[in-house]
């Protein structure tokens, strides 16, 4: 699972409306490494910067991501991806807390929250679709 999980070109298969990522820092990903994130939902686009902050293969990885573009939807998020064998295979718990910097993402962040909350499940469930595609179980 980390393996996948880590190599930022996976992210457009699993992650609903992210467009290719571009690599800012070049390379495989390393703490430090930047990333130019662009969602589309709808008519709307948001435009993000992520930097990996810590990767502690194979079960943890924590990551910065920066809204950009326009002022009045300013936000920045801490992530984490932590992974734990089982009996079963890989759990992962995606955690995060997220700072909305400006008056509108302020006066919007119920209704952020509530639709981001409900697109979780879906991009961890295609997660785990892509893992066990790439993985089949013998």
């Known amino acids: 699972v980390y393996p996948y999980l880590t190599d930022i070109a996976n992210s457009p298969r699993w992650i609903p409306g992210l467009q290719p990522v571009e690599n800012?820092?070049?390379?495989?990903?390393?703490?430090?490494?930047?990333?130019?994130?662009?969602?589309?939902?709808?008519s709307e686009t948001t435009m993000m910067e992520m930097?990996?902050?810590t990767l502690e293969p194979p079960r943890r990885m924590r990551f910065l991501l920066e809204g950009q573009g326009d002022p009045s939807m300013r936000f920045t998020e801490v992530g984490t991806?932590?992974?734990?064998?089982?009996?079963?295979?890989?759990?992962?718990t995606l955690s995060a807390h997220t700072d909305?910097?400006?008056?509108?993402?302020?006066?919007?962040?119920?209704?952020?929250?509530?639709?981001?909350?409900?697109?979780?499940?879906?991009?961890?469930?295609?997660?785990?679709?892509?893992v066990e595609a790439a993985n089949p179980r013998k």
């Open 81 to 92: 991806y932590e992974l734990t064998a089982d009996a079963t295979g890989t759990l992962l």
């Open 24 to 42: 800012l820092t070049g390379g495989p990903m390393q703490v430090g490494s930047r990333y130019r994130l662009t969602v589309k939902s709808g």
């Open 100 to 130: 909305y910097l400006a008056l509108m993402t302020q006066l919007l962040e119920p209704l952020i929250t509530a639709a981001a909350l409900f697109n979780v499940s879906e991009t961890l469930g295609n997660l785990k679709h892509h």
């Open 51 to 53: 930097r990996i902050t």
